[in-house]
């Protein structure tokens, strides 16, 4: 392939996808600290307010259901450290969706609205599936594609000549304004091409699993078969994994409950799950996180750089910020590029 078709094809992928690409770099960048940023944006609501011991499942379930009577509980997320709240997704038979948090000890609901009052979620709405589901999860998954294509066509038309690393990394500050900007956009790409790739990689597989990992429908509204059932599936779903916490709840239907808990014995992400029947207090499935089948179990952690710890996740950060940095450089050269040389006009000699 010759150099200039790989810059013409790096160069209009990289104009089609940067718009799409920069909400991507931001959202992600967002999500490193997803939970510390919804803590620091809201604290009046995502903040434990009471002090004391926490209340039982059931009465957090009830509060829910007292001033929510016609949504259903879809999910239930529990709290991430002492000052943490429990985050619930609720939806209608029709699909509407609604957010809440509760405060652990009074149970009191300190916000609830739809996805735009809680900007933490709605960035790992829109970096997952751009607020669209299924249609999303299928752009996004283009998106990442069309990332990868641009590192491979910009490694390729960038890659030196044996002998000329350094000189094909330097940035000469002395030129013009424009070079300068040419020569920081290869030169970053080239130094965080693997780390661009291995995020747009990972991106793009997680991409591809929620294609193929679609969730299932509400089920009809209905209410559990009692009003203790949940405390006690909750307490057998710890006793199948002492010692492990408990991340979140699905409630696929009003009479099951999937309790999953935190395995970081595997890794950051990882999973046991506990499927309980509310109205027999039965355990009807046992999955250690070594025998899940997720696929996106090992590939989570790298993508969100929870894998390697802090490091990691600054790591991550500073990918990100790079992806979006190329994402405004590209199409800067581009418009340079396009405007009109001012030359002066020649000087005519004297007859």
């Given at each position: 392939?010759?150099?200039?078709?790989?810059?013409?094809?790096?160069?209009?992928?990289?104009?089609?996808?940067?718009?799409?690409?920069?909400?991507?770099?931001?959202?992600?960048?967002?999500?490193?600290?997803?939970?510390?940023?919804?803590?620091?944006?809201?604290?009046?609501?995502?903040?434990?307010?009471?002090?004391?011991?926490?209340?039982?499942?059931?009465?957090?379930?009830?509060?829910?259901?007292?001033?929510?009577?016609?949504?259903?509980?879809?999910?239930?997320?529990?709290?991430?450290?002492?000052?943490?709240?429990?985050?619930?997704?609720?939806?209608?038979?029709?699909?509407?969706?609604?957010?809440?948090?509760?405060?652990?000890?009074?149970?009191?609901?300190?916000?609830?609205?739809?996805?735009?009052?809680?900007?933490?979620?709605?960035?790992?709405?829109?970096?997952?599936?751009?607020?669209?589901?299924?249609?999303?999860?299928?752009?996004?998954?283009?998106?990442?594609?069309?990332?990868?294509?641009?590192?491979?066509?910009?490694?390729?038309?960038?890659?030196?000549?044996?002998?000329?690393?350094?000189?094909?990394?330097?940035?000469?500050?002395?030129?013009?304004?424009?070079?300068?900007?040419?020569?920081?956009?290869?030169?970053?790409?080239?130094?965080?091409?693997?780390?661009?790739?291995?995020?747009?990689?990972?991106?793009?597989?997680?991409?591809?699993?929620?294609?193929?990992?679609?969730?299932?429908?509400?089920?009809?509204?209905?209410?559990?078969?009692?009003?203790?059932?949940?405390?006690?599936?909750?307490?057998?779903?710890?006793?199948?994994?002492?010692?492990?916490?408990?991340?979140?709840?699905?409630?696929?239907?009003?009479?099951?409950?999937?309790?999953?808990?935190?395995?970081?014995?595997?890794?950051?992400?990882?999973?046991?799950?506990?499927?309980?029947?509310?109205?027999?207090n039965r355990v009807l499935a046992r999955i250690p996180a070594d025998r899940d089948p997720s696929l996106w179990v090992p590939i989570l952690p790298i993508h969100n750089?929870?894998?390697?710890?802090?490091?990691?996740?600054?790591?991550?950060?500073?990918?990100?910020?790079?992806?979006?940095?190329?994402?405004?450089?590209?199409?800067?050269?581009?418009?340079?590029a396009r405007k009109p040389s001012k030359k002066k006009p020649a000087l005519r000699s004297a007859p």
């Amino acid at each position: 392939m010759s150099k200039r078709l790989l810059l013409l094809i790096h160069r209009y992928c990289g104009l089609a996808a940067a718009l799409f690409l920069l909400v991507q770099a931001a959202t992600g960048a967002m999500l490193v600290y997803r939970a510390e940023l919804a803590r620091l944006a809201d604290p009046a609501g995502m903040v434990r307010q009471s002090q004391g011991p926490d209340a039982p499942l059931s009465a957090i379930l009830g509060a829910i259901r007292d001033q929510h009577p016609d949504w259903r509980i879809r999910r239930i997320f529990f709290p991430i450290g002492a000052d943490g709240v429990y985050f619930v997704h609720l939806t209608t038979a029709e699909g509407a969706a609604r957010y809440a948090s509760l405060d652990p000890g009074s149970t009191r609901i300190l916000r609830a609205g739809g996805i735009w009052s809680f900007p933490a979620e709605a960035a790992l709405r829109i970096h997952y599936e751009m607020m669209s589901g299924l249609p999303g999860r299928i752009f996004i998954l283009l998106v990442g594609i069309s990332l990868l294509g641009m590192i491979a066509t910009g490694l390729a038309y960038w890659w030196p000549r044996r002998g000329r690393w350094r000189k094909s990394l330097a940035i000469d500050l002395r030129l013009a304004p424009k070079l300068v900007l040419r020569h920081f956009h290869r030169s970053l790409g080239a130094l965080l091409a693997p780390l661009i790739l291995l995020s747009a990689a990972t991106g793009a597989y997680l991409a591809f699993v929620l294609l193929i990992e679609s969730p299932a429908p509400p089920a009809r509204l209905s209410s559990p078969p009692s009003v203790t059932a949940p405390d006690r599936a909750l307490a057998l779903a710890r006793s199948q994994f002492p010692g492990s916490a408990v991340r979140d709840i699905r409630i696929p239907d009003p009479g099951t409950f999937n309790i999953l808990l935190r395995a970081p014995e595997r890794n950051a992400e990882a999973v046991h799950l506990v499927r309980v029947d509310l109205a027999t207090n039965r355990v009807l499935a046992r999955i250690p996180a070594d025998r899940d089948p997720s696929l996106w179990v090992p590939i989570l952690p790298i993508h969100n750089g929870k894998a390697l710890g802090t490091i990691g996740r600054i790591i991550l950060l500073l990918g990100a910020l790079a992806i979006a940095t190329l994402t405004v450089t590209g199409p800067l050269m581009w418009l340079q590029a396009r405007k009109p040389s001012k030359k002066k006009p020649a000087l005519r000699s004297a007859p």
